[in-house]
């Protein structure tokens, strides 16, 4: 709920801020904020949701890195590859110059956006 960083702040803490979360999305789908998940959180954490982590982080939310290179970094993805983008208040006049270049660059290199089924992870 709160994007925290799970190695830097108590068990109870961030297992709250997950079921906060839980009852705005209803999802048994869990991204780690900053793609970590303390071992010793990911017993419970797992037991209720299905844990995604990413291939291709975007970093749209670092201003210092034109779009420009996020989109050369872009060429790089993969089939299946999973991608994060943000959206959020920080991001999002980066993401109106950003995604319809990276929606493009995916569907040239013949691939398609799909939803993750949380039923088949």
């Known amino acids: 709920m709160r994007?925290?960083?799970g190695t830097t702040?108590?068990?109870n803490y961030y297992l709250s801020s997950i079921e906060a979360a839980d009852k705005i999305i209803k999802s048994n789908l869990f991204r780690p904020?900053?793609?970590r998940l303390p071992?010793?959180?990911s017993k419970e954490i797992t037991?209720?949701?299905?844990?995604?982590?990413?291939?291709?982080?975007?970093?749209?939310y670092d201003e210092r890195i034109p779009?420009?290179?996020?989109?050369?970094?872009?060429?790089?993805?993969k089939n299946g590859d999973i991608l994060v983008v943000?959206?959020?208040i920080k991001t999002q006049s980066?993401?109106?110059e950003l995604l319809p270049q990276l929606i493009r660059l995916v569907k040239e290199k013949g691939y398609s956006f799909e939803a993750i089924d949380p039923l088949n992870v």
């Open 94 to 96: 980066r993401l109106k």
């Open 9 to 11: 702040i108590g068990k």
């Open 86 to 88: 943000h959206d959020n």
């Open 33 to 35: 904020p900053y793609g």
């Open 39 to 41: 071992i010793s959180f």
């Open 47 to 60: 037991k209720k949701y299905n844990v995604i982590m990413w291939t291709w982080l975007s970093y749209d």
């Open 3 to 5: 994007h925290e960083k």
């Open 67 to 77: 779009v420009s290179v996020i989109i050369e970094k872009a060429k790089k993805i």
